[in-house]
């Protein structure tokens, strides 16, 4: 905190922009990792479309930009710099199914506890050596997403996945991570 207070008032003399500039990069997380993600075959995921049971190409890509931009998000968040993580995502199942006769006319994703988010993945992990230090092709699921606490909001289109996204990489990849930093992997 004391070294903040005098990043900030340094600031305030002449020159202070190009200061704060500094002091916001002092600050920052250090660089991330590389990540690749790779959508194979989009045209036949089980269910990656927002709204309607059968996709089309743009709906699949933006739930597909979607993913992705939450895995950037893990990887800045966790991957150190010099560790390299290529996804492969080979299925997607949102939560929820369309159950278009429940509203005339309109497809209506519907979310019971029995239509729980899945995603079929296959990774690799390379450390900074680029020794391959984790891969595999997993099914991932969350059968218990409606139930306990989802810190994403209400509003967010992939409020289950993401939490079950989150998850897997806390299971698998960060862990092989603090493994392989302690000596253990």
């Given at each position: ?67 992705r ?8 968040r ?58 595999g092709e997993?099914?991932?699921?969350d ?20 939490a ?22």
């Open positions: 905190m004391a070294r903040s207070r005098r990043l900030l008032a340094a600031c305030a003399a002449p020159m202070g922009l190009m200061c704060a500039i500094g002091a916001i990069h002092a600050f920052a997380a250090p660089p991330a990792g590389t990540l690749t993600v790779s959508f194979p075959h989009p045209d036949t995921y089980t269910d990656a479309a927002y709204r309607s049971a059968y996709g089309s190409d743009r709906e699949r890509a933006q739930v597909m930009n979607d993913i931009r939450h895995f950037d998000e893990l990887a800045a966790y991957l150190p710099q010099g560790y390299a993580l290529n996804i492969e995502v080979l299925d997607i199942d949102l939560a929820g199914h369309f159950e278009p006769w429940r509203v005339r006319g309109y497809d209506v994703r519907i979310v019971r506890d029995v239509t729980w988010p899945r995603m079929t993945l296959r990774y690799a992990l390379r450390g900074s050596d680029g020794a391959v230090i984790g891969s997993q099914r991932i699921s059968q218990a997403f409606n139930m306990g606490v989802n810190v994403y909001s209400q509003g967010d289109r992939l409020r289950y996945e993401k079950m996204m989150d998850r897997w990489f806390d299971e698998t990849i960060r862990r092989r991570i603090a493994a392989r930093e302690s000596g253990q992997g």
